[in-house]
């Protein structure tokens, strides 16, 4: 009897994965790397809408798995994250997040945020400050609201749960990500595994996820969550405009690092992001152990 023979799926290097019931919550998924050194710092990485921690981190994974430990958490509806009845908001994600490092024993950490993980991160800063002993934010924002015709913008975005929910979708999506690689890219082998990935996301909580980060503004609080910080500003983001990158950058009063790429430069400038998100962390690493030492 002959079976049909399949390719085998190629993936990166992906830590340990674990799962976590957190009372009253749900059960969380997440990547925990432990460094060798118990007193390395540990860093919690937060990823953007639509992504995963895997499909955000993986180009930077091993090389902050040689410098620190860390925990990459699934936000709610997002990959094998959290599923709820209750509608996504991202302090409810912070909160998920705050409780996992409680959990887990391994705070204060040092918040790594990439787009949507940029306002999660100021919120576990808001919220749990004693969790947070620096901040790194990657292409994301003060704010997405100000302007009338951005409001109108994120009014479209159930459109996004029709297609989501297509059966076109998953070949769409893998022609998609070859488009944004380009000929010959070196991530191009993990295209299959991308997408599959992408397939695990909820599309209600997506939509959800969408519409709560509409309503986010940080113009208020942002000057006031005073831990170090650091920002990777992508100079060339269609998505989230540098000059809105910038204005978060000023209010944390931020080390600022540049990437010339679009908004998924993980993926496409995976080795500099790599690189870019190490030195950022090492800076906000050093700022927190001088303020640490001069109190």
């Known amino acids: 009897m002959s079976g049909a023979s399949s390719t085998p799926l190629l993936m990166p290097w992906l830590p340990p994965g674990h799962t976590m019931v957190l009372e009253g919550r749900g059960e969380v998924f997440y990547r925990h790397h432990r460094h060798a050194d118990p007193a390395a710092p540990t860093l919690l ?15 930077a994974y091993e090389e902050l798995a ?13 990959g094998r994250g959290l599923r709820s009845p209750d509608p996504f908001e991202l302090a409810d994600a912070a909160d998920d997040a705050a409780l996992l490092i409680e959990r887990l024993g ?7 945020g990439y787009s949507m993980g940029g306002p999660i991160s100021a919120l576990v800063a808001l919220r749990h400050p004693h969790l947070v002993r620096g901040m790194v934010v990657q292409a994301t924002a003060l704010e997405w609201r100000a302007r009338w015709y951005e409001r109108f913008q994120w009014k479209t975005v159930h459109l996004l749960g029709f297609i989501l929910r297509t059966r076109a979708y998953p070949k769409l999506m893998r022609w998609s990500i070859r488009r944004l690689l380009g000929e010959g ?6 295209v299959p595994w991308v997408a599959a990935e992408v397939r695990r996301n909820d599309s209600f909580h997506i939509v959800q996820a969408g519409q709560s980060l509409s309503r986010y503004d940080a113009r208020e609080f942002a000057r006031t969550l005073g831990v170090p910080a650091a920002a990777l500003v992508t100079t060339r983001d269609r998505l989230v405009w540098p000059s809105k990158q910038r204005q978060l950058a000023e209010a944390l009063n931020a080390f600022v690092i540049e990437l010339h790429d ?19 962390v090492q800076h906000v690493d050093a700022a927190a152990t001088a303020a640490a030492t001069a109190a």
């Not at 890219?185 to 993990?190: D, P, R, S, T, W």
């Open 106 to 112: 391994v705070g204060p950490v040092i918040t790594v």
């Open 66 to 78: 040689e410098h620190y430990s860390f925990v990459a958490i699934d936000h709610r509806g997002h």
């Open 262 to 280: 679009d908004h998924i430069a993980s993926w496409t400038s995976g080795a500099e992001f790599s690189k870019a998100t190490l030195q950022l």
């Open 45 to 59: 990485l937060l990823h953007g809408w639509t992504a995963s921690a895997d499909l955000q981190f993986f180009t």
């Open 185 to 190: 890219h070196e991530l191009a082998k993990y």
